[in-house]
């Protein structure tokens, strides 16, 4: 399997061949701005030190500074973390929010630290990356294994640091400490409205059957808003396995059972749910499959087993190219990340906006502003697919070329005739 970031690249280049794109904007999104990969060493509880890795990477600030998640897992890599700057990049574009692209990391598995010793990492994380960080140059956000506490340790240290209150430094912070309201749910919102707006031309109706593959925060606040709407919501999944009722499940009781045991399989064997292996989730019969978890779930070996007609990326990168290439074959449509899971970045974004003016927006006012802004660029990708004749996921990133273009374009600095 292709390097995250390589693939990220090449479905950069791809949509720029479907279009008149100025070369210049190729050139410079092949190398990200910065890339810093560092030691980050803390002391841990019981006295000794302990180093992990630790990247940030600002990848393009052609449309403002840079914005993107801070993610703590085990897996984490110099070569992922510049893979999800970039679509943050195409993301930022695709939805036209005034920032580039970033993202951060740390290899550790946070569940093996304390809340003591993840203190010291945020806070850690946060004295390394300093100079690089502000509302004007780049802005962090939570991602997988990061949360609101994270964001405000991290917020508190960077006013620490620079000796005043800044924060428009830093998203997805509590509400007590400037965050938005609304942004919990936002990822999961924004992909709700987008399925609510197109959901004629999906031929999704009430009652459609849906799996969804990941139960954090993107998938149990999907899972909600799906189940409240009417949607039957047969299948869900972790990373210890996954539980299925073709009648439905109780999202009520799976969400209490997640919060007390930690997993969803702790719901198994009572009304009708049955455990199934975790891999078995995205062949389950269902009309909507949503992918929630990490990257490169759907690979060529399971990508023939889905039966579902829509599928909708709340995670990044789900699916490998390969896996695409038999999706679009057997006339499956794929909402893709840039745009389905872009409701995150949206909320973030409004959060910086309200940081910056001083402003408390009431989360009707929130709610407001997401569907229009998703159901904006929804139909715009939808556009270009249509006229063009091309995926969801090539106009998408054709969405935000043409945007990234225009703005290089208009800095002056591509290329001249004469
Ligand atoms: P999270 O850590 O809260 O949840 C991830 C979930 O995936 C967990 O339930 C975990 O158990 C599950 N998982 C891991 N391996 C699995 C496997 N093999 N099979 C099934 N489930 C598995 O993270 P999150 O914030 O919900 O993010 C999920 C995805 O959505 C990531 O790709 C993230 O980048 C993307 N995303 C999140 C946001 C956000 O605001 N939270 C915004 C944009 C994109």
């Avoid at 996954?242 to 969400?255: R, W």
Wanted: aromatic share 6%; hydrophobic share 45%; proline share 3%.
């Amino acid at each position: 399997m292709a390097a995250l970031f390589k693939i990220a690249l090449e479905r950069i280049i791809q949509a720029s061949q479907l279009i008149k794109v100025d070369g210049s904007i190729l050139e410079r999104l092949q190398i990200p701005l910065e890339t810093t990969e560092v030691r980050l060493t803390i002391r841990m509880d019981e006295g000794s030190i302990r180093s992990f890795w630790a990247w940030r990477c600002r990848y393009d600030n052609t449309r403002g500074p840079t914005k993107g998640g801070i993610r703590f897992h085990n897996q984490v890599n110099g070569d992922e973390v510049q893979a999800l700057a970039v679509m943050m990049t195409a993301k930022c574009a695709a939805m036209d929010l005034p920032f580039g692209g970033a993202k951060g990391g740390v290899k550790v598995d946070p569940r093996s630290l304390s809340n003591r010793e993840l203190e010291r990492l945020a806070r850690g994380y946060m004295q390394i990356f300093v100079r690089g960080i502000g509302p004007d140059r780049d802005i962090p956000a939570p991602d997988v294994g990061t949360s609101e506490m994270t964001m405000a340790w991290m917020s508190d240290e960077y006013n620490a640091i620079v000796g005043k209150v800044v924060p428009a430094a830093i998203t997805g912070k509590p509400v007590a400490l400037g965050g938005s309201l609304g942004r919990d749910d936002a990822t999961a919102r924004g992909g709700y409205y987008l399925l609510q707006h197109k959901a004629a031309a999906l031929g999704l109706s009430c009652g459609a059957k849906v799996a969804i593959q990941g139960f954090g925060n993107a998938g149990q606040h999907m899972a909600k808003l799906l189940a409240a709407d009417g949607y039957k919501v047969v299948a869900v999944s972790d990373s210890k396995g996954a539980i299925h009722d073709p009648a439905g499940l109780d999202i009520t009781k799976v969400l209490q059972a997640k919060k007390d045991y930690g997993h969803v399989t702790s719901i198994a064997g009572s009304d009708g749910v049955s455990e199934i292996p975790a891999d078995e989730l995205v062949s389950i019969d269902c009309d909507l499959l949503v992918l929630a978890a990490l990257e490169n779930m759907v690979h060529e070996g399971n990508a023939g087993s889905i039966k579902a007609k829509i599928i909708l990326e709340l995670a990044n990168g789900p699916i490998t190219p390969e896996a695409d290439e038999i999706l679009n074959r057997k006339k499956r449509v794929i909402i893709p990340d840039i745009l389905a899971n872009a409701g995150g970045v949206t909320v973030s974004y409004f959060e910086w906006v309200q940081n910056r003016r001083a402003e408390r927006w009431d989360l009707e006012e929130v709610h407001a502003r997401l569907k229009t802004t998703m159901e904006r660029e929804a139909d715009a990708v939808w556009a270009h697919a249509r006229d063009k004749e091309i995926t969801l996921r090539s106009a998408a990133y054709v969405h935000a070329l043409l945007r990234l273009s225009e703005a290089l374009r208009a800095r002056g600095t591509a290329k001249f005739k004469r």
